[in-house]
Antibody
Framework: EVQLVESGGGLVQPGGSLRLSCAAS????????MNWVRQAPGKGLEWVSY????????YYADSVKGRFTISRDNAKNSLYLQMNSLRDEDAAIYYC???????????WGQGTLVTVSS | QSMLTQPPSASGTPGQRVTISCSGS????????VHWYQQFPGTAPKLLMY???QRPSGVPARFSGSKSGTSASLAISGLQSEDEADYYC???????????FGGGTKVTVL
């Protein structure tokens, strides 16, 4: 069974940093691209970042470019999101999602909540 | 601001057909696959349709998708109470080098 489990969320002050993790199981992690997608409370989905299976290609949304860094460790079946210089508008549930055909996302984790507040 | 435009709400009675539209541009829907996600309150999104009309395993056949030019649609035939959820369209955008989502459509079963 495919499972994606996010962790690392919490309360952080504006300007602070947080590192999110996504532990994958039930599939060959190194074969798949991965994504981070976020959802602010009561709002819609916003794509954050994408990484190919070998980490050879990485993309970011303009809203996080220069502040967030996506990475993965295929040996540990894990995906990461390093978030620096956090802003109020970064507060959201952060989901990791597995890449599928035609750039869709077929499996999603349950999400981890990031709260940015002083 | 969403790059893909969806109506904020749609509704129907049980058994009716409901259609949700998703409007984009040449750089996203016009040149890439369109995908639809279903999300119930408090849960993670679920892939409902990929490449505009392909259903993942387990998705009921009452869900169908179509695409024409820079727009796409999701149809729910034989609407059921359990279909009450938020629905999001998404596509890769070549000019942004990123994924774009619609603002979401809340489907209510009357």
């Amino acid at each position: 069974e495919v499972q994606l489990v996010e962790s690392g969320g919490g309360l952080v002050q504006p300007g602070g940093s947080l590192r999110l993790s996504c532990a994958a199981s039930g599939f060959t992690f190194s074969d798949y691209s991965m994504n981070w997608v976020r959802q602010a409370p009561g709002k819609g989905l916003e794509w954050v970042s994408y990484i190919t299976s070998s980490s050879g290609t990485i993309y970011y949304a303009d809203s996080v470019k220069g502040r967030f860094t996506i990475s993965r460790d295929n040996a540990k079946n894990s995906l990461y999101l390093q978030m620096n210089s956090l802003r109020d508008e970064d507060a959201a549930i952060y989901y990791c999602a597995r890449g599928y055909y035609y750039d869709s996302c077929d499996f999603w984790g349950q999400g981890t909540l990031v709260t940015v507040s002083s | 601001q969403s790059m893909l435009t969806q109506p904020p709400s749609a509704s129907g009675t049980p058994g009716q057909r409901v259609t949700i539209s998703c409007s984009g541009s040449n750089s996203n829907i016009g040149s890439n696959g369109v995908h639809w996600y279903q999300q119930f309150p408090g849960t993670a999104p679920k892939l409902l349709m990929y490449n505009y009309n392909q259903r993942p395993s387990g998705v009921p056949a009452r869900f169908s998708g179509s695409k024409s030019g820079t727009s796409a649609s999701l149809a729910i035939s034989g609407l059921q109470s359990e279909d009450e959820a938020d629905y999001y369209c998404a596509a890769w955008d070549d000019s942004l080098n990123g994924r774009v989502f619609g603002g979401g459509t809340k489907v209510t079963v009357l």
